[in-house]
Structure formats: C-alpha cells, structure tokens
C-alpha cells in the first residue's frame, strides 16, 4: 500500500506563493497519475489538479494559470506551486492516486495546512 506524506503548507498573504511536495512510497510511483485535493473547512474535499505518468497536467477552473503540478518520479514526490493566492484557496492540501480514491475512497496522508490571510 503507498503511503503518502504532504509537506510545505503554512500561513501567506494574500499573493504569496507556496511550494507543496508529496512524498509516495511504493516502487511503481513512476506509472501512477497522481493528484492535489484539498478540503476547506464546512466542504467537500475536491480534485485541483492531476499529473499522468508522462507528465500532461490538469486543472480545475479556479486554479488555472496560478498553480503547476509536477513531479519528480526518481524522487516520488509530486509538487504543487502555488502562486497568486487567494483567502479561498485556504484548505488542507492532499495528494492521492484519482483512480483509486475513485474505486476505493483512498487511504489519505495527514495533508498540509494552507492558509491565505492577512
């Protein structure tokens, strides 16, 4: 079972920047398409963006154009570069495989705080 370890959450302003890392055990990382979820207080987790194993990335709307996903595959870490933050992107900040959290609910990392405020 891979185990998913979230990092690099904190407290910015409004229009930082912040940098997450997801470290994946598990030896075939590298064929995965893996995902960053976040869940807000009072709401449901949601998918933000995904990475497929050959790297072609996607985003929901409200991110596009201020996050990037990627991924360092001899590491097993997937990245999320956050710029232009916004109070509505404060959350805890997740990192799964979508297929499983699809077919199984997934077994999720302890996340990462992320908190936009002045």
């Known amino acids: 079972q891979v185990q998913l370890v979230e990092s690099g959450g904190g407290l910015v302003q409004p229009g930082g920047s912040l940098r997450l890392s997801c470290l994946a055990s598990g030896s075939i990382f590298s064929f995965y398409t893996m995902g960053w979820y976040r869940q807000a207080p009072g709401k449901q987790r949601e998918l933000v963006a995904t990475?497929?194993?050959?790297?072609?990335?996607n985003y929901t709307n409200s991110v596009k154009g201020r996050f990037t996903i990627s991924r360092d595959n001899a590491k097993k870490t997937v990245y999320l570069q956050m710029n232009s933050l916004k109070p509505e992107d404060t959350a805890v900040y997740y990192c799964?495989?979508?297929?499983?959290?699809?077919?199984?609910?997934?077994?999720w990392g302890q996340g990462t705080q992320v908190v936009v405020s002045s």
């Open positions: 990475i497929t194993s050959d790297g072609s990335t």
């Open positions: 799964n495989n979508p297929a499983v959290v699809r077919r199984t609910g997934g077994s």
